[in-house]
């Protein structure tokens, strides 16, 4: 099976543009989270998507916004970059075989996207 | 609100030790996360604990949910092993995974 893919892997934008991110998760899974790495906050949830729907989100600004497709890949976009939004953007994907996420559940990571806001 | 904090931030060790990377929150949780990080960015997620011990291969994660207290162990380092640990602990409950809270991580540097 292939693993979670995101796209693009490296991504140079300047301040005041915009950007999408796309992770397509492990074939069956159908929750997608999306967390940020940076040196100084470590990782951060941003997002969690189940079945299409935002079942959780953390605590950033509206700039950053998500969605999930029928076919379980999720897409997240940033409006109005600014030089902290730098970072190693992460999803990950997870099964659930009771159908209904649960804390229980193995998270597989892709490798990330990196973003560098100029 | 829920923090985890790690220590050591950073260990060197020699191969062949036996290491130890502890991890403690501060509120209730559903389940610990220990995962790992290589230079480049990828995460493996190596444990989920909600309870007691676990055993993969040398490594060993262990919880006590009183003391709010998880460590990771790692038996006969090797060099392969050098990489970041991050612990993240999870609230949630059903209809949600609930939000991963992470630890700042342990950076292990095995010398051979």
């Known amino acids: 099976k292939a693993g979670v893919t995101q796209t693009p892997r490296y991504l140079i934008k300047t301040r005041g543009q915009q950007v999408t991110l796309s992770c397509s998760p492990i074939?069956?899974?159908?929750?997608v989270s999306w967390y940020q790495q940076t040196p100084g906050q470590g990782l951060q949830f941003l997002f969690e998507y189940f079945s299409e729907t935002q079942r959780n989100k953390g605590n950033f600004p509206g700039r950053f916004s998500g969605r999930q497709f029928s076919n379980s890949r999720s897409e997240m976009n940033v409006s109005t970059l600014e030089l902290g939004d730098s970072a190693l953007y992460l999803c990950?994907?997870?099964?659930?075989?009771?159908?209904?996420?649960?804390?229980?559940?193995?998270?597989?990571f892709g490798p990330g996207t990196r973003l560098t806001v100029l | 609100k829920n923090e985890v904090e790690q220590s050591p931030q950073n260990l060197t060790a020699q191969e062949g030790e036996f290491i130890t990377i502890n991890c403690s929150y501060s509120v209730g949780i559903s389940a610990l996360h220990w995962l790992q990080q290589h230079p480049g960015g990828g995460i493996v997620s190596l444990f989920m604990?909600?309870?007691g011990k676990k055993k993969h291969g040398r490594l060993i994660a262990t919880i006590n949910i009183q003391e709010k207290h998880s460590s990771l162990h790692i038996t006969a380092s090797h060099p392969r092993d050098s990489a970041v640990y991050i612990c993240?602990?999870?609230?949630?409950?059903?209809?949600?995974?609930?939000?991963?809270?992470f630890g700042k991580g342990t950076k292990l540097s095995v010398k051979p």
């Open positions: 604990l909600s309870s």
């Open positions: 074939s069956g899974h159908r929750s």
């Open positions: 990950a994907s997870s099964w659930m075989p009771s159908g209904v996420p649960t804390p229980y559940n193995e998270q597989f």
């Open positions: 993240a602990s999870r609230g949630g409950y059903g209809g949600s995974q609930g939000n991963l809270i």
